[in-house]
């Protein structure tokens, strides 16, 4: 299983990105796939979550300003980051479970592959 996160990089506070994760190794479409991040000398913490049926679970800290999405068709999921603020500074890791349920959806644990981790630095 491999999960190739990209679309990281450098903004100002209120501007916009979209990251992707594009798996491969994995039933894509059974998968539920999540971003974590984690703040520099911070623990890594949940940011979103998308399950095989679409639904989505946010971190109290993004929800109205991120979105995550997917795209079966091309493997791919997306998390689309809006009005961003200097606390979402922080390399953002994208994640794969296909057997972890609702209950702990937020916990880095119950995913079993991980991407390399893309740098989101909001500038002031």
């Known amino acids: 299983v491999q999960l190739q996160a990209s679309g990281g990089g450098l903004v100002q506070a209120g501007e916009s990105l979209r990251l992707s994760c594009v798996a491969s190794?994995?039933?894509?479409?059974?998968?539920?796939m999540a971003w974590f991040r984690q703040p520099p000398g911070k623990e890594r913490e949940f940011v979103a979550a998308?399950?095989?049926?679409?639904?989505?679970y946010y971190a109290d800290s993004v929800k109205g300003r991120f979105t995550i999405s997917r795209d079966n068709a091309k493997a791919t999921a997306y998390l689309q980051m809006n009005s961003l603020k200097r606390e979402d500074t922080a390399v953002y890791y994208c994640?794969?479970?296909?057997?972890?349920?609702?209950?702990?959806?937020?916990?880095?644990?119950?995913?079993?592959?991980w991407g390399q981790g893309t740098l989101v630095t909001v500038s002031s």
């Open positions: 994640a794969a479970s296909t057997t972890i349920i609702t209950s702990t959806i937020a916990k880095a644990t119950g995913y079993a592959h």
């Open positions: 998308i399950k095989w049926s679409r639904s989505e």
């Open positions: 190794g994995l039933t894509f479409r059974s998968t539920t």
